[in-house]
């Protein structure tokens, strides 16, 4: 993989991150509005201010703007994978974005401590924890740690988002046949802690933040965790069974 330079990391200037930010989801909500069937529910769980963890399930590179269209009251620093910066000119989004540039090949300490800044200071960040959309499909898959991690180490509260109907979009003439997107907004939560924030209490928060995604997505976009779920219930069930029987 290519060194990214300090020059592809750059900050671009405030006034054009803000501009492109507020104009790009704005335009992304106008466009959903006009041509798909787009529906959002749950904005009343959105906090209106303080630090936010935002984490959602992934079946578009158009998910990140979507959130932000949804979530349209803060404004959200997503997280994104550091190869996203080193393509030319296609970055550019990436960067007016304001996006925070992730190593996903070791736990890049640098992209976390950044996040806890802006935390610290209120704001929301976003997090798509599969590491990448899901090109297999459009189920759920498991979770990378760096969400639970954050989220355990700076005490933030979670709110937990999923999308259905992105994984449609192929190229731009499917505005035409008028897709159905939804968005899913939940409650907010904040992970249990214990003790230290060791690899098993990361491990737990991750699967208690992706059962949670899970819950808000239709059965058929669970994935890992509806299967989870089924195998759970069905041992319930067996237990419940054995215990009748005594």
């Keep these: 993989m290519p060194r990214t330079t300090e020059a592809e990391l750059k900050p671009m200037p405030r006034w054009s991150i803000l501009a ?20 959002v529910s749950g904005r009343e769980h959105v906090p209106a201010s303080g630090p936010l963890i935002v984490v959602s399930n992934h079946l578009h590179n158009a998910d990140p ?3 932000g269209a949804a979530i349209k009251n803060r404004r959200i620093h997503f997280m994104a994978k550091i190869e ?9 989004p ?15 300490l640098k992209a976390i401590r950044l996040a806890q800044e802006l935390l610290r200071s209120g704001e929301a960040i976003g997090l798509l924890p599969e590491g990448h959309r899901n090109r297999h ?13 954050i989220a355990l180490r700076s005490g933030s509260p979670i709110l ?12 731009i003439g499917i505005l035409f046949k008028h897709p159905r997107i939804t968005v899913t907004i939940g409650e907010p939560f904040i ?8 690899a098993a209490a990361v491990r737990e928060g991750t699967e208690i933040m992706m059962r949670r995604i899970a819950a808000l997505l239709p059965r058929e976009y669970r994935g ?17 069974n054995r215990t009748g029987m005594r």
């Design 94 to 108: 990436v960067k007016l974005f304001d996006s925070i540039p992730v190593r996903r090949d070791a736990a890049d």
């Design 191 to 198: 992970l249990p802690r214990a003790g230290r924030v060791d």
């Design 20 to 39: 492109f930010y507020w104009g790009g989801t704005r335009l992304m909500g106008l466009v959903l509005r006009v041509f798909g069937r787009w529906e």
């Design 137 to 149: 499909g459009i189920g759920l898959q498991k979770g990378h740690p760096g969400a639970a991690l």
């Design 84 to 92: 996203l910066f080193h393509k030319g000119i296609l970055s550019l």
């Design 160 to 171: 937990p988002v999923a999308i259905t109907g992105t994984e449609q979009i192929h190229s």
């Design 65 to 67: 703007p979507l959130l």
């Design 224 to 240: 890992e965790w509806g299967r989870m779920d089924a195998a759970e219930s069905t041992t319930e069930a067996d237990n419940e």
